[in-house]
Each structure stands twice: as C-alpha cells, then as structure tokens.
C-alpha cells in the first residue's frame, strides 16, 4: 500500500513538472501565461485578399452612411459628434439636407379660458378620447385632438367626436412656425 501511495505521489509531480519540461502546448501557453496574440495578427474569416489591409482608410465604395435627424444645426451635429471618443478615427462626415415635409392638418378645439378648457378637457379625456391641452403659445388652452397627414383623416376624426373644431394646418418645416 505505501508503494502506491508513493507511486501515485510521484506520477502528480511528474505530471506537474512536465509541461517545463516538454515546452508549450500550441495556444494553451500562451493564453496560459497571460500572453494573447495581437489584434494586428489576427485574420478575419472573410476572403483571402480583400485589397485593404489592417488600418488601412477605407474607399468610398466600403463606406457606410447613416442618417440621423431633427438636430437643429449642422454646429450642434458637429458638437455631437466631437463629443465621441473615436470621431476623428471614423471620419464623420456632416451634411445638411433639408426636405419638404407634408404639412399635417391638426384637429383641434379652439383656445377657450383656462378654467373652461379644463373642464372640456377632461369630459374628453373621461369619454376616451385620446387628447391634449396646448400649455403654450397662441393655441395656449386649446385642445388637440391629433395630427393627421391626409386631411380625410382629420375629417373623420372630426365626424366621429360631434366636437366642434377648429382644423389649422401645421407643417412641421422650420421655417413655418
């Protein structure tokens, strides 16, 4: 019994001193010993030759365009995107495009005092009429009852409440107010 206990002793510490002794195992070691490869040296699973090499800049045919918007300025989307961390290594690129926008008919009930527009607005809200108070500017304590982008939307709209409304169109381009 003590010769196996002895045997097995010796077999662990062979096992645990042979690795320094054969050498690295491939991959193992080095992940092993904290050591990982470099990213420049890693290969992508994509085509052989893609003709662009590793920090290469890319052509214009491997760009991306991505369009984000309602940002007042061209400054204020300049600003974002100084703001980033890896802006200047993406190579943002910043164009104004204005469009026309449909202008959108807004139902709505004309302003009336606050306390009167109160009380109306919530019989509405209590009907289950999905509403709104205007809070501000020349509208201030009308109710909206929604935007619509075919003025026959509205219409209906205004058939199925029995409300007596105002309709106003309102466009959503900047230069309308």
């Given at each position: 019994m003590?010769?196996?206990?002895?045997?097995?002793?010796?077999?662990?510490?062979?096992?645990?001193?042979?690795?320094?002794?054969?050498?690295?195992?491939?991959?193992?070691?080095?992940?092993?010993?904290?050591?990982?490869?470099?990213?420049a040296?890693?290969?992508?699973?994509?085509?052989a030759?893609?003709?662009?090499?590793?920090?290469?800049?890319?052509?214009?045919?491997?760009?991306?365009?991505?369009?984000?918007?309602?940002?007042?300025?061209?400054?204020?989307?300049r600003?974002?995107?100084?703001?980033?961390?890896?802006?200047?290594?993406?190579?943002?690129?910043?164009?104004?495009?204005?469009?026309?926008?449909?202008?959108l008919h807004?139902?709505?009930?004309?302003?009336?005092?606050e306390?009167?527009?109160?009380?109306?607005?919530?019989?509405?809200?209590?009907?289950?009429?999905?509403?709104?108070?205007?809070?501000?500017?020349?509208?201030?304590n009308?109710?909206?009852?929604?935007?619509?982008?075919?003025?026959?939307?509205?219409?209906?709209?205004?058939?199925?409440?029995?409300?007596?409304?105002?309709?106003?169109?309102?466009?959503?381009?900047?230069e309308?107010?």
């Amino acid at each position: 019994m003590r010769w196996l206990a002895l045997v097995l002793v010796l077999v662990s510490i062979a096992i645990y001193y042979l690795p320094d002794f054969v050498g690295p195992s491939g991959g193992m070691a080095n992940v092993a010993s904290g050591s990982l490869p470099r990213v420049a040296s890693l290969k992508s699973p994509g085509p052989a030759d893609s003709g662009v090499g590793p920090g290469a800049p890319a052509d214009e045919s491997e760009m991306s365009c991505a369009r984000l918007g309602w940002i007042e300025t061209a400054e204020r989307a300049r600003s974002l995107v100084d703001s980033q961390p890896l802006a200047e290594e993406a190579g943002f690129r910043i164009e104004e495009v204005e469009r026309e926008l449909a202008p959108l008919h807004w139902v709505l009930i004309p302003p009336q005092p606050e306390a009167v527009a109160l009380s109306q607005f919530r019989d509405i809200q209590r009907q289950g009429i999905d509403s709104y108070l205007v809070t501000e500017g020349e509208n201030r304590n009308a109710i909206s009852l929604g935007l619509f982008e075919s003025r026959e939307s509205a219409i209906s709209v205004l058939e199925e409440k029995n409300v007596r409304i105002l309709m106003r169109y309102w466009s959503t381009s900047p230069e309308i107010r």
